[in-house]
Nanobody
Framework: QVQLVESGGGLVQPGGSLRLSCAAT????????IGWFRQAPGKEREVVSV????????YYEDYAKGRFTISKDNANNMMYLQMNNLKPEDTAVYFC??????????????????WGQGTQVTVSS
């Protein structure tokens, strides 16, 4: 059974850091991309960052560039999001998502086949 389980969320002060983790289990074949989305209260879900499994190409939404870093551990089927210099507007539920076949449309929710349940990130003083 395919499972994506996020962890690492929490409450952090503005300017602080968090590292999110996503454990991807149960896949019978290699998926081609994995990434993070987020959904703030009252807003639509939006992409944060995506990484391709084969060559590790990284894609970041503009607000994440320079502050967030996506990485992966192929051997342990883990994916991470290091978030630095967090801002109150980063407050959201962060979701891990998998794209089985890479189509290049990394910003579209419809491109992703599996989703985790999410982990809450709250940035507040």
């Amino acid at each position: 059974q395919v499972q994506l389980v996020e962890s690492g969320g929490g409450l952090v002060q503005p300017g602080g850091s968090l590292r999110l983790s996503c454990a991807a289990t149960g896949f019978t074949s290699r998926y081609e991309a994995i990434g993070w989305f987020r959904q703030a209260p009252g807003k639509e879900r939006e992409v944060v960052s995506v990484i391709t499994w084969s060559d590790g190409s990284r894609y970041y939404e503009d607000y994440a560039k320079g502050r967030f870093t996506i990485s992966k551990d192929n051997a342990n089927n883990m994916m991470y999001l290091q978030m630095n210099n967090l801002k109150p507007e980063d407050t959201a539920v962060y979701f891990c998502a998998v794209q089985l076949v890479w189509n290049g449309n990394w910003k579209l929710e419809e491109s992703y086949d599996y989703w985790g349940q999410g982990t809450q990130v709250t940035v507040s003083s």
